[in-house]
């Protein structure tokens, strides 16, 4: 029995935490921590993501084939080899493109309506 | 991974969270317990060197609710609470929790606590009971199926554990996993029959003459007892051949332990000025002793140096009830000046806590250990 290769429409939208993991992989590979201070980094700490949280997350989109481990180290000789690396896979980039766009144009919209000036 | 270069309390933070990782399913943490470890640390670290103490503090609240969360949907994807027993076992577990912690709080929240408290005991304990391979026996036989569709769990599924015998008793290997265990059961026990003996002595008692308030305490003494024996003996049962002993021993000893310490506490409170933490302390080390003793007569039969344990018993006790109170409250007023109330009353109550744990069920836990690893005299 043939399983079909999702297209990435299939996996949006995605939520908030996968959203800001595939952007903290972007710019390279990174470890656990590394991708967890990201993600509060790039969000000024309004999203901050726990370690029970993050390596489920991490093994969904494993599972996803959104990002894969990898045996690359930055600093090799400033790390623990038995730690895991993890980077975007092809299709998880494509995913992260098709979810930005789709959010632009989301944006896009809001701004066409005004809507931030209605707000104020 | 055994945490290094760390230290205090960031090692201990590793330690611990090490061991509560094995809450996690097996494959999962055997992919991810030594990543998620490594990750905890770097965050341990992070946050130590932002806010010392208090920081390490705030990264374990939000870490232990995560985990809550994270372990149950763990195991549900691995499909590992599919089994009504399963289920059934995992809820009577949480019942047990939440009824120990009801009791711990119902010392001074009254008997309606109290009674939810005894509730939840006797459906979680029901619960693990049936789930049990001898509960579900018992059950099958009820519904009159055969008795080759009754094979215990432990025959058919389990690992089987390395055994050695010891003349009339069998000792199986015990290790950190024995010490889990027991630390869990005697902290339970202890808890649950301390909140009944405070709540007959000091609550329903104190006002009643002194021959009634020695009946009620003998009574008292022997629900602590009984409730320590029985839940120390859930976890013995499966290590020796002897345990219908222990539950004896320990109802004997809690009923003597129970009963002086209620005249040594009042004694403490009138003639000095320790004040109730005094005369709790004292109490403590009282039922300790007493403890301690009848269990040793029980364990000098089986096991060299047994005289250990009545150290460990009274260290134990004086440990969980006592100091546990007294650093709690001393404590609550220091940290007070320092941070604010609630964070003060949460630091408080992680003191108390801690030492309520560690100090019975951690003490003695550790030292029987330790006597069932010595050999055996004659």
């Known amino acids: ?120 | 991974m055994r945490p290094t270069h760390l230290s205090g309390f960031q090692a201990l933070s590793a330690e611990v969270y090490m061991q509560l990782l094995r809450l996690y399913p097996k494959t999962y943490r055997q992919k991810y317990a030594v990543d998620m470890q490594r990750t905890f640390i770097d965050c341990c670290r992070a946050a130590f060197q932002e806010g010392g103490s208090i920081g390490l503090f705030k990264v374990w609240l939000p870490t232990l609710a995560d985990l809550g969360l994270t372990v149950i949907e763990k195991h549900l994807d691995e499909g590992l609470l599919s089994s009504g027993a399963t289920m059934i076992r995992a809820i009577s577990l949480v019942m047990l929790g939440c009824a120990t912690l009801l009791f711990a709080v119902s010392w001074n929240m009254g008997i309606g606590f109290m009674l939810l408290a005894m509730v939840l005991l006797i459906v979680g304990a029901l619960g693990l009971f049936f789930t049990s391979p001898q509960g579900s026996a018992i059950i099958k036989r009820k519904l009159s199926l055969s008795d080759d569709a009754v094979q215990p769990l432990s025959e058919s599924q389990g690992p089987q554990r390395r055994q050695e015998t010891r003349g009339d008793i069998i000792v199986n290997k015990v290790g950190r996993g024995f010490w889990l265990r027991w630390m869990s059961a005697s902290d339970m026990g202890l808890v649950v029959g301390f909140a009944l003996y405070f709540q007959l002595v000091v609550g329903f008692a104190s006002e009643l003459s002194f021959g009634l308030q020695t009946l009620i305490s003998i009574a008292g003494g022997i629900f602590l007892g009984a409730s320590i024996g029985l839940a120390q003996w859930l976890v013995l049962r499966k290590q020796i051949s002897w345990p219908g002993q222990w539950i004896i021993a320990s109802t004997a000893g809690g009923a003597v332990g129970g009963t002086v310490a209620l005249i040594a506490g009042e004694i403490t409170g009138e003639v000095t000025d320790a004040g109730f933490y005094g005369a709790l302390a004292v109490g403590a080390a009282v039922i300790g002793i007493s403890l301690g003793i009848a269990e040793w007569l029980v364990l000098r039969r089986y096991v060299s140096q047994a005289g250990w344990w009545v150290l460990a018993s009274t260290v134990g006790i004086v440990v969980a009830i006592g100091l546990s109170n007294v650093l709690g409250q001393a404590l609550h007023s220091v940290i007070l000046s320092i941070v604010g109330d609630d964070i003060a009353r949460f630091l408080a109550m992680l003191i108390f806590g801690g030492l309520l744990l560690m100090g019975y069920g951690g003490i003695t836990g550790a030292v029987l250990v330790w006597l069932l690893r010595q050999t055996v005299p004659i």
């Not at chain 1, 999203?47 to 090799?76: C, F, H, K, W």
């Not at chain 1, 730690?83 to 998880?92: E, K, P, V, W």
């Open chain 1, 1 to 120: 029995m043939g399983t079909e290769t999702p297209s990435p429409q299939d996996m949006l939208p995605l939520t908030p935490v996968v959203l800001h993991m595939l952007l903290a992989l972007v710019d390279g590979e990174k470890h656990g921590y590394g991708i967890m201070k990201a993600v509060e980094e790039d969000t000024q700490g309004q999203m901050q993501i726990r370690v029970g949280s993050l390596y489920g997350s991490i093994q969904r989109m494993i599972d996803a084939n959104l990002i894969e481990e990898t045996e690359e180290r930055p600093v090799p000789e400033l790390d623990d080899e038995r730690r895991r690396y993890y980077r975007l896979t092809d299709f998880g980039r494509r995913v992260l493109q098709a979810e930005t766009r789709r959010l632009t144009n989301v944006v896009g919209l809001a701004q066409r309506k005004h809507v931030l000036d209605q707000m104020l």
